[in-house]
């Protein structure tokens, strides 16, 4: 301090918004996101189909800083086997090599989310492509919550079980078309939209989710 001055504290800075890498590749759609904060930085959305494994890994290094982030959030279906298992794998191993916080979240819950943001906050039900011809569904509540477990069931039943108005994903207009009523939604998860999801629908067992129970079994008394 010098005569006739008052040294004044610098004003404190905020601290930089945590940075989260987004790993979307448990349906036929192949995404990535870095957010800082609830803001996106930068994102790819492609659906693909099959090819997840070759594009998974040049997606995310094209991000900026190649995606590296504090925390990894990936996507633990229900949807493809082969797509549920790239996206933990290259996950978890970022999140081995980073030294980065690992969650996942549902597939089905961001999807409605999704449409959610665009109906205004209301009930929605979620239709997606199973295994063996059937159809993953779920209800989420005007609250986003979800109000009816997710399944797996052949088309006929979906669409009985189905009861919410506004239907989202990939089998939506079919799903409405055997209802023979309601909105339909065809859409796909998106890694740019996981800001929308509520954080108690994040877990840290970042654990693959099937849906439905595996084609084989162990013959009783085996382990």
Avoid at 86 to 99: D, K, Q
Wanted: with cysteine; proline share 7%; aromatic share 4%.
């Amino acid at each position: 301090m010098t005569a006739g001055t008052l040294d004044l504290p610098l004003p404190l800075q905020p601290a930089p918004a945590a940075t989260t890498l987004v790993i979307d590749s448990a349906t036929d759609a192949c995404s990535v996101a870095l957010f800082a904060g609830d803001t996106l930085i930068a994102g790819d959305y492609r659906v693909l189909g099959r090819g997840h494994a070759e594009a998974l890994v040049p997606m995310i290094a094209a991000l900026p800083e190649r995606g590296q982030a504090s925390r990894i959030a990936v996507a633990l279906g229900p949807g493809s086997f082969t797509g549920v298992r790239v996206g933990l794998a290259a996950a978890r191993a970022l999140a081995l090599a980073w030294g980065s916080d690992l969650v996942g979240y549902p597939t089905l819950a961001l999807v409605a989310a999704m449409a959610r943001n665009t109906e205004g906050g209301q009930a929605v039900g979620v239709a997606m492509t199973g295994g063996h011809g059937e159809w993953f569904i779920e209800g989420f509540g005007s609250n986003g919550a979800s109000c009816r477990p997710l399944t797996s069931r052949a088309p006929g039943a979906a669409a009985i079980e189905t009861v919410e108005h506004i239907v989202a994903g990939n089998q939506a207009e079919a799903l409405v078309a055997a209802r023979g009523t309601g909105r339909a939604l065809p859409l796909w998860p998106d890694a740019r939209a996981f800001s929308l999801l509520a954080e108690d629908v994040l877990t840290v067992d970042a654990q693959p989710l099937y849906g439905r129970a595996p084609d084989a079994k162990l013959p009783l008394g085996a382990s």
